[in-house]
């Protein structure tokens, strides 16, 4: 099975303020470009995301915007926790991530997207991810929540390519094998 993340932060490299706050990435850009997102969701057919990230998507009063299942990995909440809504296209579950990436390959899954600071810290981590694409944002927001955390070793990338869109976005891919 592939791991692949799909994530942008700002130029001093944040993806979200101190306070979990995005709104600086969502008013980045009135382009109407969804800068690769499209082509990289029709090779995933699984999202593993984390319970904050999962929070901070509901918070946005929107209809389920992922058009694969999403597994949330939580140790606080339930499935009894998940509107009704979003019965057949969340599973919530609890345990370590090595664990939960196994058991969607058992399951069949292809491909997994991590989304979320801590899911893809771990992944990275562990040495699971196969693929990073990241997106910089022409922000500099100072201070906030970082994507990258320690590792146990230096992970050396493999540049595959790198795009630059008319917002200002500069996007490069990398093999993290």
Known sequence: MEVKVFIATSLDGFIAKKDGDINWLTSATDSTDDHGYGAFMAGIDVMLMGRITFEKVLSFGIDWPYPVKTV???????????PPELQDKVDIRQGAMVDIIHQLKQQGYKAVYLDGGNIIQQGLRHQLVDELTLTRIPVLIGEGITLFGALPADLKL???????YQSGFVQSRYSCR
Do not use: F, G, M
């Open 158 to 164: 493999q540049h595959l390519e790198t795009r630059v």
């Open 72 to 82: 949330v990995l939580s140790h606080q909440l339930r499935s009894a926790d998940l």
